[in-house]
C-alpha cells in the first residue's frame, strides 16, 4: 500500500495534466477563432471606406472631365454627368464617418447648382476641397479602424493567454491540495497498520478529512476489535 500511495496522488495529477491539456487546446483554438473573426470583419468593414473613396475619385473624375473636356474625351459630357449622379447618390447613402455626411450634402448641393446653372469660380474650388475631405475622413476612418482591430485582436489574445495560465495556476492548486488531502490520510492509516500494534490496543487512525476516510477508519476499528 505504502507504495501505491504516492501513485494516487500521480494519477490524480496526470488526470488533471491531461484535462490541462485539452484546456490548452480549446484556449488555442478561441485564439485562433477570435483573430479568424476579427480578420473577416475587418475586410468588411473596411470596405465602406474604400468604396466612399472610390466615388469621391469617380466625382473628382467626373468633375473635372465637365471642366476640361478636351482632357476627357473617352465619354461625353451626358456620361460624365451620369457617373457624377450616380457616385454622390451612392456617397450620400454610406456614410460611416463624422462629418462625412456634411460634406457628402455639401457636395450634393454644390452639383445640383451647378446643374442648374449656377457656377461661380469660388464653388467650383469648393467643390475640389469637399471631395478631397471626403477622401480625407474615409482614409482617416479606415486606418483608424485598422489600428483599433489590431488593438482588439491583441487584447483578446492577451486576455485569453493571462486568463488561461491564472486558471491553470490556481487549479493546480487546489488538486494538489486535494489530491494531498486524499492521499496523505492513506498513507498514515498505512503507517499505523505498518507499525504492528497489539492485539488489544486501540488504533490511533489519523483524523478523517473526508467521508470516505471516515468509512474506512471505522471498517478498520471494527475488524482490529474483531480480530483482537
Known sequence: ????????????????????????VAATLLILS???????????AIHYNYDSI????????????????????????????????????????????PDEGKFAREINGLWNNWKQGLRPDDAV???NADIEELVRLNEKGMFKFLQEAD????????GIVVFS????????????????RLASPLKAIAEVLRSKPKPGEKLRL???????????NEELRSLWESVS
Request: glycine share 4%; net charge positive.
Open 1 to 24: 500500500m505504502e507504495q501505491a500511495l504516492p501513485a494516487l496522488r500521480k494519477k490524480i495529477l496526470r488526470g488533471y495534466l491531461a484535462i490541462v491539456a485539452v484546456f490548452g
Open 34 to 44: 477570435s483573430v479568424f473573426v476579427a480578420t473577416g470583419i475587418t475586410p468588411k
Open 54 to 97: 472610390e466615388a469621391a475619385r469617380k466625382m473628382q473624375q467626373a468633375w473635372n472631365a465637365l471642366y476640361r473636356p478636351s482632357a476627357f474625351p473617352e465619354q461625353p459630357k451626358d456620361a460624365w454627368v451620369r457617373q457624377f449622379d450616380e457616385a454622390i447618390l451612392f456617397a450620400l447613402g454610406n456614410i460611416t464617418e
Open 125 to 127: 474650388r469648393k467643390m
Open 151 to 158: 488593438y482588439v485582436r491583441r487584447a483578446v489574445v492577451i
Open 165 to 180: 495560465i491564472v486558471t491553470i495556476f490556481i487549479t493546480l492548486l487546489i488538486v494538489d491540495s486535494l489530491s494531498v
Open 206 to 216: 489519523p483524523e478523517p478529512t473526508s467521508l470516505e476516510i471516515r468509512i474506512l
